[in-house]
Nanobody, 113 residues
Framework: QVQLVESGGGLVQPGGSLRLSCATS????????MGWYRQAPGKGRELVAV?????DINYGDSVKGRFAISREYGKVILQMTSLKPEDTAVYFC?????????WGQGTQVTVSS
């Protein structure tokens, strides 16, 4: 089992920045890929960014050049810059292990003036 707890969401103006953090506990050494997905009201869950154990990174097209993901032992960070209203969503942290994926409870990010 892996437990994930997100933090850092909130309200920010367009053009602003936020930093999301996801702390893991449990079987940390079993984690392969970690990352972030988001879900806006009325829409499906969308890839934001994922990073493998070896450091390979994949970004969603809508966030390339604005968001940066990083990983250290037991934690994954999402640095978000140049935020837009369309970035408003609940952001979920995830951790992939052999046989399945674990999810956090989500943190709300709202971009509005």
């Amino acid at each position: 089992q892996v437990q994930l707890v997100e933090s850092g969401g909130g309200l920010v103006q367009p053009g602003g920045s936020l930093r999301l953090s996801c702390a893991t506990s449990g079987r940390i050494l079993s984690i392969n890929e970690m990352g972030w997905y988001r879900q806006a009201p009325g829409k499906g869950r969308e890839l934001v960014a994922v990073i493998s154990r070896g450091g390979d990174i994949n970004y969603g097209d809508s966030v390339k050049g604005r968001f940066a993901i990083s990983r250290e032992y037991g934690k994954v960070i999402l640095q978000m810059t140049s935020l837009k209203p369309e970035d408003t969503a609940v952001y979920f942290c995830c951790a992939q292990v052999v046989g399945g994926t674990f999810w956090g409870q989500g943190t709300q990010v709202t971009v509005s003036s």
